[in-house]
């Protein structure tokens, strides 16, 4: 079956430190990948996506993910935290569906990041 | 510009009462998605509608049901509402044809009592 996967619920860095979240995913097919964060009781916000061409895409906010076929991955990076980066950052994938066009998202459980002062 | 829009945001029931809830997609978008996120949790994919046609259906409870109206906008109603099926409701919505981004409402907050 498809999955995605993040390790760590959970990630806490210093202001202007390095972001790193992952995510792996299994797939028989090439996926289409993606990061939504979260602020608390607010909606989901796409930050990056990739679906072909450029393995290394950039977002809003100054993230970037970067898509590793042989790894199945697609980290989130950020090179200097910020105070209002925290919140919870969910990957996603979505894949064609057989007989139609679909593309429903699948979540992975989230990672909260937290940043200190 | 203009977003997706649910109704209401909050909700309040009892065990066992029905509830509706109402997605206006972004003008033009044609595919609409239903997802529930209970405390703490991912969300997980209800369903879906494409050309207001079901498209694929998740893990909805048979007590709830949905539609897409010819003007796009959506209602998914739930019924026997159980404590469990306290969540945040979240429609999103894309055009057709392609891996697009998902564009997602602020979501409807059902509480259960």
């Known amino acids: 079956a498809q999955s995605v996967t993040q390790l760590g619920s959970h990630v806490s860095v210093s202001e202007g430190a390095l972001v790193l979240l992952r995510c792996n995913y299994s797939s028989s097919v090439p996926p289409y990948l993606f990061w939504y964060v979260q602020y608390p009781n607010q909606g989901l916000q796409l930050l990056l996506k990739?679906?072909?061409?450029?393995?290394l895409v950039k977002g809003i906010n100054g993230f970037e993910a970067e898509f590793k076929k042989s790894e199945t991955s697609f980290h989130l990076t950020k090179p200097s935290a910020h105070m209002s980066d925290a919140a919870e950052y969910f990957c996603a994938v979505s894949w064609r569906w057989s007989g139609g066009s679909n593309y429903k998202l699948t979540f992975g459980k989230g990672t909260l990041l937290t940043v200190n002062p | 510009a203009a977003g997706v829009i649910q109704s209401p945001r909050h909700l309040i029931k009892e065990k066992r009462e029905t509830a509706t809830l109402k997605c206006y997609p972004i003008?033009?978008?044609?595919?609409v998605y239903w997802y529930q996120q209970g405390p703490g949790q991912d969300p997980q994919f209800l369903i879906s509608?494409?050309?207001?046609?079901?498209?694929d259906k998740g893990s909805i409870p048979d007590r709830f049901s949905a539609q897409q109206f010819s003007d796009y906008h959506s209602e998914l109603n739930m019924s026997s509402l159980e404590l469990g099926d306290s969540a945040l409701y979240f429609c999103?919505?894309?055009?057709?044809?392609?891996?697009?981004?998902?564009?997602f409402g602020e979501g409807s907050r059902l509480t259960v009592l």
């Open positions: 999103a919505s894309r055009t057709g044809g392609g891996p697009g981004e998902l564009f």
């Open positions: 990739y679906t072909t061409g450029a393995t």
């Open positions: 509608f494409y050309e207001k046609m079901q498209s």
């Open positions: 003008p033009r978008h044609d595919t």
